[in-house]
């Protein structure tokens, strides 16, 4: 994909005055702002209705930029070298002298950080004096976005730039992990936790859905919502209800959506919130899901799905 210098220079613009805008990420679209200022990242949570004790995950261009606010260690640099830029974020402990805004905190002494792999976000990153605060571009519980035109869905005129950047290729959020002491799994996300496991020559632990102690972003109870009830592990679907399927059938039904044509749930991660805000556009008031394997990326639908499915 070409990219647009005048966006480019528009959206440094916008920031560079504290404001927020739409960007583009591997993983999700995300809601930017000054990573540094505590104006900019007020806003963050004002748009998104988000609680002010979720911290924001803190995207960089470089470990050079990093370095000015986190403390790194072996494990990150290990995992830092094969696997980003890309869909990881870990969770280091920050350094007295940063400048990050306390909001993004929430007054904690960790931080969340990740290199976006997207070429937009990486060229846009690496023109700013700053790092960018970025959660996922939505109101906070619903669906995250995978185009510029989700971003629009969810705030219309209340964000004044959007950053094209085509459909996310990995559609779902990064996976946490914790490298403050032992590494731990804090979210399912783009990146199999088996990759980690093998470059970390050890069986991670998960520490998943905990409603105490958020250090994390991502862990609420609710989350990932489409706003409409979702039934799990359904064989049939009732009367007015829009049913998930990871495999194609041969039955026609319009009530039928698929998240992949072959049973592959890489596939299936990547089209799962396209079709729950596909489900909700077309004015169905009820999701049933077939049974996912709960294995590799299905773990990671699975834990959507759940915490979309809370009431």
């Known amino acids: 994909m070409k990219i647009n210098d005048t966006n480019i220079k528009k959206a440094i613009k916008y920031l560079n005055n504290n404001e927020c805008i739409g960007i583009p990420t591997e993983t999700v679209y995300g809601l930017a702002a000054n990573a540094y200022s505590d104006k900019a990242t007020k806003r ?3 748009l998104k209705g988000r609680p002010a004790d979720n911290p924001l995950i803190v995207h960089y261009y470089s470990v050079k930029d990093l370095e000015k606010d986190c403390e790194t260690n072996n494990l990150f640099n290990k995992l830092y070298k094969s696997l980003s830029p890309g869909p990881i974020t870990f969770i280091l402990k920050l350094k007295k002298e940063s400048k990050i805004s306390k909001n993004v ?3 904690k002494k960790t931080l969340g950080v990740r290199f976006p ?3 937009t976000a990486r060229i846009l990153l690496k023109s700013l004096k700053y790092p960018l605060a970025a959660p996922s571009a939505n109101i906070s519980e619903g669906i995250s976005p995978v185009t510029k035109d989700d971003v629009y869905d969810e705030f219309g005129e209340k964000i004044k730039f959007i950053l094209e950047g085509g459909r996310s290729k990995v559609g779902i959020e990064s996976t946490i992990i914790s490298l403050v002491k032992k590494p731990q799994i804090l979210r399912l996300g783009g990146l199999d936790i088996s990759i980690l496991s093998k470059k970390l020559k050890t069986n991670l632990k998960t520490k998943l859905h905990n409603k105490s102690n958020i250090n994390s972003p991502g862990r609420g109870r609710i989350h990932y919502s ?3 009830p979702i039934r799990l592990n359904a064989v049939k679907i009732k009367k007015d209800e829009a049913f998930i399927l990871i495999k194609k059938k041969r039955e026609n039904n319009k009530n039928y959506f698929y998240l992949s044509k072959t049973n592959n749930l890489m596939e299936s991660v990547k089209n799962l919130y396209k079709t729950l805000r596909r489900i909700k556009k077309l004015g169905y008031k009820k999701i049933a899901v077939q049974t996912i394997p709960n294995r590799n990326f299905g773990l990671v639908i699975n ?4 915490r979309a499915s809370k009431k």
């Open 303 to 306: 834990d959507r799905l759940l």
């Open 44 to 46: 963050i949570f004002k």
């Open 105 to 107: 905190t929430n007054n």
């Open 226 to 228: 489409p706003g409409i």
């Open 117 to 119: 792999s997207h070429q």
